[in-house]
């Protein structure tokens, strides 16, 4: 079936360094993959989405590109802020169902 | 002009008792979703519904029942309520099963089975 690994957290950055939240998958066919974002205390929100192999996804600085050679969709942003303290899930979506990783957590201190 | 909500946000029971869990979207959508998340963030499908008729039925034990009485509304009844059970529960919603529609979360409804 279709499955979601992502790195295990937590990750602890310093403000302005370089985040990569690692995300590989298994699947059949050609799903669709995405990152969700979960603030402390708040429900899930959708950071960026590809659709097909080489598609690249982008939002408030945040950038994943959907590689089929290498079944993965890592999670970059080249400098980031306090505000980006947040559990990270990455996921595939088949026919029907949307398939999880089990969430990273991301500490961004001052 | 919220996009899905849920009620109640926070539910407090005793084991043994049953409770429901209300969901809601003004997004015009044709398919909505339960979720349970655990204690350690581990997220997973439970149910989804498209146009009121079930298309996902995960392994969940049949003391859960999903109801979706129009559209816009599907409901999640709980009977027996077990420790086990305390987790928060996302309600979500999409354009159709298409895997390129997105998914739209509601905030979440933390049980506690005390």
């Known amino acids: 079936g279709n499955s979601v690994t992502q790195m295990e957290g937590p990750v602890t950055l310093s403000e302005e360094a370089f985040l990569t939240i690692n995300c590989t998958y298994t699947?059949?066919?050609?799903?669709?993959l995405f990152w969700y974002v979960q603030y402390p205390g708040e429900g899930l929100q959708l950071l960026l989405k590809?659709?097909?192999?080489?598609d690249k996804g982008s939002n408030k600085g945040f950038e994943a590109t959907y590689r089929k050679e290498t079944t993965s969709f890592h999670l970059e942003k080249g400098s980031v802020q306090v505000s980006d303290s947040a559990v990270y899930f990455c996921?595939?979506?088949?026919?029907?169902?949307?398939?999880f990783g089990t969430g990273t957590r991301l500490l961004v201190s001052p | 002009d919220t996009a899905v909500s849920q009620t109640p946000k926070y539910l407090v029971t005793q084991m043994g008792n049953d409770k429901s869990i209300k969901c809601e979207q003004n997004l015009g959508h044709d398919t909505m979703y339960w979720y349970k998340q655990d204690s350690k963030k581990f997220l997973k499908i439970m149910f989804s519904y498209n146009n009121k008729e079930l298309i996902i039925n995960e392994t969940v034990p049949n003391r859960f029942s999903p109801k979706s009485p129009d559209k816009a509304h599907l409901n999640l009844h709980i009977n027996s309520l077990e420790l086990g059970d305390s987790a928060v529960y996302f309600c979500?919603?999409?354009?159709?099963?298409?895997?390129?529609?997105?998914?739209?979360f509601g905030p979440g409804t933390r049980l506690t089975v005390l």
């Open positions: 699947a059949t066919g050609y799903p669709s």
């Open positions: 996921a595939l979506k088949g026919f029907q169902k949307l398939v």
């Open positions: 979500a919603s999409s354009q159709s099963p298409n895997p390129y529609n997105e998914q739209f």
């Open positions: 590809a659709t097909k192999a080489d």
